[in-house]
């Protein structure tokens, strides 16, 4: 069993920057995809950005790419979304998930989320104009 942690949301002026962590723990497969995904209510869950475990690869969807970057510690199993430059239309509910990479293969955030296994609370980001 796998838990995700996230922290770090908070609310914010368009502008500013965030950075939202994620902590694993439980049984991490030892190849493994992570990422963030984000909702608003009333809309579907979307992805966000992701990398593969051992650092082979990441992904940061091209909506949010020259703002936002990912990264891991794996000593620790944290996972990090670096948010800059934030806009009101981010505002969002945004999620941690994991998946084993045979799963989650390729470890793009747009995959469909219903087919990610573990998913975190998530940690609420509020951006005001």
């Known amino acids: 069993q796998v838990q995700l942690i996230e922290s770090g949301g908070g609310s914010v002026q368009a502008g500013g920057s965030l950075t939202l962590s994620c902590k694993a723990s439980?049984?991490?497969?030892?190849?493994?995809?992570w990422g963030w995904f984000r909702q608003v209510p009333g809309k579907e869950r979307e992805g966000v950005a992701s990398?593969?475990?051992?650092?082979?690869?990441?992904y940061v969807d091209a909506s949010v790419k020259d703002r936002f970057t990912i990264s891991q510690d794996n000593a620790n199993q944290i996972l990090y979304l670096h948010m800059n430059s934030l806009k009101p239309e981010d505002t969002a509910r945004y999620f941690c998930?994991?998946?084993?990479?045979?799963?989650?293969?390729?470890?793009?955030?747009?995959?469909?989320?219903?087919?990610?296994?573990?998913w975190g609370q998530g940690t609420q980001v509020t951006v005001s104009s």
């Open positions: 439980g049984d991490m497969w030892s190849h493994y995809c």
């Open positions: 990398i593969e475990s051992d650092g082979s690869s990441s």
């Open positions: 998930a994991s998946d084993a990479l045979v799963s989650w293969n390729p470890c793009t955030p747009q995959v469909h989320y219903e087919t990610i296994e573990d």
